[in-house]
């Protein structure tokens, strides 16, 4: 009689598979998703709209994706995790190509829409998929490790679209990502290991669905975690969005050719990630999860400075702290999570943060507008400070924060 499955561990063959295919699901996920980023002034010219409506096309994908995390978590426990997330990356992909053929603000906008309800396959089920194909005791370190993908897939996004976008014009850099994702998606195919974790469910329908789904909400630690998610996505994605428009006016006046290569910032959430989560695993979530807030307030906070050297210094450690709180709360939640309602845990998370991202993405471009970008700082901060606040009344005495 063969010995139940307890995971791969470090060092096998399908383990090093499964991390690297995660990873490459990762890029093509998030090089799509906020491959509009680093093209907005671009597309503001072009389509003669102001900096917070071309931010919408960043909000728009990932409102989609907020949407669609919670039903691709159903169809998930029904097909299995690999089928949904190839399904909904091969849709996003198709639709990446045809985004860019928009010739007004509108279709664009509902190209996005539908690309982010694809896209949200992935995040929907890949920490459920982890969660249930490698050991307990490694699963916060491939988390991060899964993390480090979504963070080189999203500048990869960014550097691409800025680069061919500044020679060839906004829509040519946003065919040049979609060609790096239908590769990228070849190779997660082709490397995933087949899951051996998983239990097809009919439960993911019907009248039982909605039960599975409100069950997380009932934790105040889950609930406490998908605040992470909403309230640090938020502030993230709001820098992100509006930091070539502050560079680009005085006192930097930096070309967009330059403004795209501090995109390559996001490199430190592909440091960051791994290294949090494997600190996790030896000194607790919880700890972690508030230095790498901390970290990110601190870089938030230099990002005020008249300084271009501040100013990127500011965002390597807002990037790093960032991802970093990232990779531990949503590695935790599937932990903390019952092990039926896994999938949809995390479902709820991604539903957090893309709805944050989505929110404030945009609500902050109109603070950036009406009084400047100190006060746009000053929120960003208040929103990780919100978020450390909540971390320490709901998360502090969690079981699962300290493995």
Known sequence: MSEPFVGHGPGSREYRRLIIGLFFAGVATFAQL???????????????IGPAAAALTVSAATLGLAAGVIPWSMVADRIGRIPAMATGVIIATVLGVCAPLSDGILPLLVLRLGEGI?????PAVALAYLSEEVRASHAAAAAGSYIAGTTLGGLTGRLVAGGIGEVGGWRAGMWAVAAICVVSAALFLWLTPRARGFRPSAR???PRALTRLLRPLRSA????LYAQGFLLMGAFVAVYNYLGFHLAAPPFLLPAWLVTLLFVAYLAGTISSPWAGSLASRHGRYTVLLVAIGVAVAGAVLLVMPSTGAVLTGLVLFTAGFFGAHAVASGWVPADADPEVRAQASSLYYFGYYAGSSLFGWALGLVFGAVGWGWFIAGVVAMCAAAAVIAGVALRTSAAGRV
């Open 221 to 224: 630690r889950q609930l406490a």
């Open 118 to 122: 694809a896209l949200g396959a992935v």
């Open 34 to 48: 906020y491959a509009t980023q680093a093209v907005l002034p671009q597309i503001a010219v072009d389509l003669r």
């Open 204 to 206: 993911g329908a019907g």
